[in-house]
């Protein structure tokens, strides 16, 4: 099995109901996600704010 390469250290703060900041080491801006759209209503939430979904990050990870 070859060396690790990179091992991630984050720490996840909800902040109020679906929305949740992520904090990365090393960068100082928290990354924020929650739900939007269809996600909230198909879990039938209303958040305060639309962001981004922890899915929407996931699609353009690997699309981009």
Known sequence: M???VHTSRMRID???G???EMFLEGFD???RFGVHGGIKKFYGVEPDEDVPATLDYMVGAVGG
């Open 2 to 4: 070859p060396d690790v």
């Open 18 to 20: 679906p929305v949740r």
């Open 14 to 16: 909800r902040v109020k």
């Open 29 to 31: 801006t928290p990354i």
